[in-house]
């Protein structure tokens, strides 16, 4: 597994520093600022040797041209990328390998048409997967559609348990917040809440989460639950019949909480 640093950037985000153990460089993911990079990288005596794109939103690339100036690294990131500034365009299945060690791609579209993510099957899996799945929440839907955003969910059921989960903001407060609504009697929700308080107050990250918290406690993930269909069919008025009409209703429900 890779060791994973995150570096603060903006009001609530992450760009996550990944490195091995008895080398100096790292790569990092979706730098939307290069300016706490560069100072990272400075204070820790550290060369840059990779930039990891999810998608093209500017909170998400717009480090990368100051980076590329300071250092000329390989830029992966997806196919029929708005972004310019990927040197590596990776497609839906292909694999990159990154300091030994491989990660394997995966479209997620939905969030946005580009989207991807990066896996790292290890003995602790981790998985890079920028604005798509969050702490007890999924991305808003800008460019894609429910049906897209509902398989990419069904991507990740798939992830071992164990697996590591490293989103790119510090969302999990209002996300859990929405959970609760959502499942008012999920006592894991409740218990997820008080840890995640407790880390915001000491100014700690909340992430990584793993599949199987998000399992429990994720709405968009427990499509599937009775008290999530219950709810779900509440907010829309009517009976939903299927695990893609609960989802679409529940990501409305969060966009008007």
């Not at 196919?79 to 497609?91: N, P, Y």
């Amino acid at each position: 597994m890779f060791d994973v640093t995150p570096i603060p950037a903006f009001n609530d985000n992450y760009i996550w520093a990944l490195s091995v153990a008895g080398q100096n460089q790292i790569a990092v993911v979706d730098p939307g600022d290069a300016t706490p990079v560069e100072n990272y990288l400075r204070d820790n005596n550290l060369q840059l040797a990779a930039i990891l794109v999810t998608h093209h939103h500017h909170d998400h690339t717009g480090g990368i041209q100051a980076l590329r100036a300071e250092f000329d690294v390989p830029v992966y990131g997806p196919e029929d990328c708005q972004f310019s500034g990927i040197t590596h365009t990776l497609a839906d299945g292909a694999t990159i390998n990154l300091f030994g060690r491989p990660l394997e791609i995966r479209a997620i579209p939905g969030h946005t048409l580009d989207h991807i993510s990066y896996f790292s099957a290890a003995d602790t899996p981790q998985i890079f997967c920028g604005d798509t799945l969050f702490l007890a929440g999924c991305g808003r839907i800008f460019e894609g559609t429910p049906s897209q955003m509902f398989d990419a969910m069904a991507y990740f059921k798939t992830l071992p348990d164990t697996t590591e989960i490293y989103c790119t903001h510090e969302y999990s407060m209002a996300n859990l917040k929405f959970a609760a609504a959502v499942e008012p009697d999920n006592t894991d929700i409740e218990a997820t809440l008080s840890t995640c308080y407790q880390l915001r107050e000491a100014d700690k990250p909340t992430l990584p989460t793993s599949i199987a918290q998000e399992r429990r406690i994720n709405p968009f993930l427990r499509t599937d639950s009775d008290t999530v269909i219950r709810t779900a069919s509440d907010f829309s008025g009517r009976a939903l019949n299927t695990e893609l009409d609960v989802f679409t209703a529940v990501r409305e429900w969060k966009n008007q909480f």
